[in-house]
C-alpha cells in the first residue's frame, strides 16, 4: 500500500492539472468592478459627481481572464488636466488601453459608457466634521465631557456650486459596545464626493473619556443677586439651594463646592409676575446639572432707607 501512495498522488496531481488545463481554455464571461481615478488640474473643479467604479463584462478563455483577476494594477484612469472645456468621454473607447486587457479579450458591456465633464470656478471653504461614532455604554458609565476629533474641521475645495451647499463632512459610522473605558483611535471621513471634492483632511483622531457615573449633592449654594440698583434691596426666600450634579466619578471627587453658583437678574424679577423666579445655576464643564433645590425662589424688594 505505502509503495502505491505516490503513484496515486502523482495521479491525482495529474488529473487536477488535466481538469484545470481543459477548464481554463473554455470561454467564460466575467463581471468586474474597476476603480474609477479622476486626475484634475489644480484650476478644474468639477460640477457633477463621477461614479468611483466602472462595471464591465468581459468574455474570453479562462486563461485570459484568470490573469485580470490576478491583476493588482487593475483601475480606470482619467486624467482630466489636459481638458480645457466641457467634455463627453467614451469610457468604452478606450477601456482595454486603460485596463491593459489583453486583445484576446472580449468587451461585452461596460457602465457607463461615456461620462460628462463639466468644469466650473473652485470654491475653498472650511466646514466643520460631524461625528458618526456611536458610544453603547456599559450600565453605570458615562462619557465624561464632550468627545473629542482632531482636527474638528476640514477645508475642501472643488466646484463652487457644490462645495458652497455642504455643511459639514461626517467620519464614517463605527460602533463600540459595552464600553467602560476611555475610547480612542482613528476614523476615515465618509468618503462620498472623492472625485469631484479636494480635502486637506482624510483621517481624524478621536478620544472618548468615560468614567464609572456618580452624583454629588452641594448643600448651601448661596443665590447671588445681579444687577441690583443702589436704591434697592432684594431679599430672597430661601437665599440658598442644593444642587445635584451628575459625572465621572473622578471628575466629581476633584470638583469644589466654589465651583457650583446660583444667580437670579434683577430684571427677571423685576418683570416677574408669578410671584417667583427660577434661579440659573452654573456647574463645572463635563457635569450635568440633575436637579436644584427649591426649583423657585420667593422675593422681598425693599427701597433703601
Known sequence: MKKQLPILIASL???VALWSYVSLSQSYSLDLSIPLEVKTGKSQAITEDIPSSIDLTVKGKGWDLLSV?????????????????????STEQFVSERLNLKPELTLVSINPDTINIEFDKILEKTVPIRNNIKINLKEGYGIVGKPELTPDSVTISGSANIVSKIKFIPTETRIFENVNSAVTGTIALKDTLSNI???????????????????KTVEDVIVAIDGVPEDKEVLLIPPKVSVSIRGGVEL???????????????????????????????????????????????????KKL
Request: aromatic content about 8%; proline content about 4%; charged content about 30%.
Open 252 to 302: 466629581l471627587a476633584g470638583i469644589s463646592p466654589l465651583e457650583i453658583t446660583a444667580s437670579v437678574n434683577f430684571e427677571t424679577i423685576e418683570s416677574d409676575t408669578l410671584g417667583f423666579v427660577v434661579p440659573e445655576v452654573a456647574i463645572p464643564d463635563e457635569t450635568n446639572l440633575l436637579k436644584s433645590e427649591p426649583q423657585k425662589l420667593q422675593y422681598i424688594i425693599k
Open 69 to 89: 483577476l490576478v491583476s493588482e494594477d487593475l483601475k480606470y484612469s482619467l486624467d482630466l488636466s489636459k481638458l480645457k472645456r466641457d467634455s463627453r468621454i
Open 13 to 15: 496531481i495529474f488529473a
Open 197 to 215: 471634492l479636494k480635502s486637506d483632511v482624510k483621517f481624524v483622531d478621536f478620544k472618548y473619556s468615560i468614567q464609572l457615573s456618580a452624583e
